[in-house]
């Protein structure tokens, strides 16, 4: 079952320095998530410049970059927690509004893209399966109704048993998974995960990161993960973006699924063909290091 | 249980030798009565005891549901708005510097010795700890927690309800905690300077009359008051928060490693 055939590998415009493959001759319609042009600047300091992207359907895509590069304030500029100042953002108008897409003001993102921040930020009054039922409470879903949707995603999720506990019993990878329960449950087809396991230790990671290509599997969603660990851009995503800061822009973009299909062999990250794609993408670190 | 008996062991040794004491030295019970005096006061006038008590604590509960009320209203209202804080916030700490006090004459003026002027001087005692607690309780919410929940499609009101309230829980109760013991504070000095029954009115009467014994006995009487308030507040605390995780609050005892 190779999952990547049939992915819509949607490539956003031309950029200067990016080695971008070609695109995928199935890409179909438009692209889930698309950012075009988009600028930040706080004050008088430009946080991110021209920033152009776009996932498709079912595809992952890891933007990579050093601490302080912007790649947060990009996600909180996509889910509508800020609003660019410059360029546009579209996302899928929710499920039950076939035609207008959901773009323009922040208002209008602000719900409709799942979001799993580095923190867990779980209620700590509340129990787990309180916590996952939030964002279907906060769109005024029933509580039983949402119990039992948490409940039927509890079971892929490895929580069936503690969905009574409170979060201070849990794990930290256990809470990570509560926590991306919650963003998944709304079911919106744009999920941003910003470096999810980063707080965690390695096994932990490890184990999560193959869970997560599991569970993602059999969603149709655009994914879109910030992260600045290498081997996490390559094990998870189908292409990396790479970006450089002062300002925030993405300078690269590879496309790691080619020769990486075997992603859930816990071995891959030794294969000549992972450790090659490892040292290109440190290059164009490093040279983005180097040029400050 | 356990954890009260040191301090109940504290007050019985402090208890004993005030009565060693008062006896040893033939100290005149006009001056200074002995604990069994005290008690025997206690006893004799408890008809009269209680029924002024009841005023007394029908003033500090008044007063304290109307601060407690106040108190929420107040503080959503200057963290939900700006205008409401600029406006507001500055005045309620500015009215503190009042020494309250001097206002009790005042309102004894305006309102009359009736029940209400004692329940106005306990609302100005017990509306600043509840406002300032609930004002920073609603305020220690997460930054990172709002935007989780405006990604999750929250309008400001179930931000509010769902995030900043349960949010401020903690930090409402310890205010809460400080308003009851002040509450009784409120009540006797509005009837030390107007009223006509109530525990500190009768201690006002009972003192120029040499009754020594009964001013001891009103005295003992208001501080279960206070007490028993307190043990509320504590109760509906531990119902309340239930469900939150231990904080560093129950951290106790350092210095005994």
């Not at chain 1, 923190?119 to 916590?131: A, M």
């Not at chain 2, 004491?21 to 004799?44: G, H, K, N, S, Y």
């Amino acid at each position: 079952m190779d999952a990547i055939s049939g992915r819509a590998g949607v490539v956003a415009g031309e950029r200067s320095g990016g080695s971008g493959p070609p695109d995928s001759p199935g890409a179909e319609g438009a692209p889930f998530l698309a950012v075009s042009g988009v600028g930040f600047h706080y004050e008088s300091m430009v946080v991110l410049e021209d920033i152009n992207l776009s996932v498709g359907r079912g595809e992952f895509v890891a933007l990579l970059g050093p601490s302080g590069c912007g790649k947060s304030t990009l996600l909180n500029l996509i889910s509508g927690v800020l609003a660019p100042s410059t360029g546009q953002i579209t996302v899928p108008a929710p499920a039950g509004a076939h035609n207008s897409q959901g773009r323009g003001g922040r208002a209008g993102r602000l719900g409709h893209v799942s979001y799993m921040q580095q923190k867990d930020l779980l209620l700590p009054w509340r129990t787990v399966s309180e916590n996952g039922r939030l964002g279907l409470e906060l769109r005024g879903v029933g509580a039983a109704e949402s119990d039992a949707e948490v409940a039927h995603l509890a079971e892929s999720f490895g929580l069936a048993d503690v969905l009574g506990s409170m979060p201070w019993q849990l794990s930290g990878g256990m809470r990570q998974r509560v926590a991306l329960l919650r963003a998944l449950l709304p079911d919106n087809p744009v999920l941003l995960l910003d470096e999810p396991f980063g707080a965690l230790d390695a096994i932990t990671r490890s184990g999560l990161q193959q869970w997560l290509l599991n569970v993602l599997d059999r969603s149709a969603k655009a994914v879109l993960l910030v992260t600045h660990d290498v081997e996490e851009a390559i094990l998870l995503g189908d292409r990396v973006l790479v970006m450089a800061p002062e300002p925030g822009r993405i300078v690269a973009e590879l496309d790691v699924r080619l020769d990486l299909r075997d992603r859930r062999n816990p071995e891959t990250s030794t294969t000549p063909a992972f450790v090659a794609m490892k040292k290109r993408l440190l290059g164009l670190l490093n040279r983005q290091g180097a040029d400050l | 249980m356990r954890n009260w008996l040191p301090a109940v062991g504290t007050a019985v040794v402090l208890l004993v030798a005030w009565e060693v004491i008062v006896r040893a030295f033939e100290v005149q019970t006009w001056l200074l009565p002995a604990p069994t005096v005290i008690l025997a006061e206690l006893f004799d006038s408890f008809g009269l005891l209680v029924r002024h008590a009841g005023t007394t604590l029908t003033e500090i509960l008044l007063g304290f549901l109307i601060s407690v009320s106040l108190g929420i209203v107040l503080a959503s209202g200057i963290v939900w708005s700006r205008a409401v804080e600029r406006s507001v916030y500055p005045i309620i700490i500015a009215s503190q510097t009042i020494p309250i006090f001097t206002l009790a004459p005042l309102l004894i003026i305006w309102v009359g010795t009736d029940i209400m002027s004692k329940v106005i001087v306990v609302v100005l005692f017990t509306f600043f700890p509840i406002v300032i607690s609930l004002v920073t309780g609603l305020r220690s919410v997460d930054r990172e927690m709002v935007d989780m929940f405006r990604t999750l499609g929250a309008s400001p009101f179930q931000t509010f309800r769902k995030l900043m309230v349960p949010t401020a829980l903690p930090n409402f109760f310890a205010g809460m905690k400080v308003a009851a013991v002040v509450s009784v504070i409120g009540a006797v000095i509005g009837e030390w300077v107007g009223a006509s029954a109530g525990l500190g009115w009768l201690m006002k009467l009972s003192g120029p009359q040499f009754q020594t014994a009964r001013v001891f006995a009103a005295i003992v009487v208001l501080s279960v008051l206070a007490m028993a308030l307190f043990a509320a507040v504590v109760l509906l605390e531990k119902w309340s928060l239930r469900n939150y995780p231990a904080t560093a609050s129950q951290v106790s005892g350092l210095g005994e490693s």
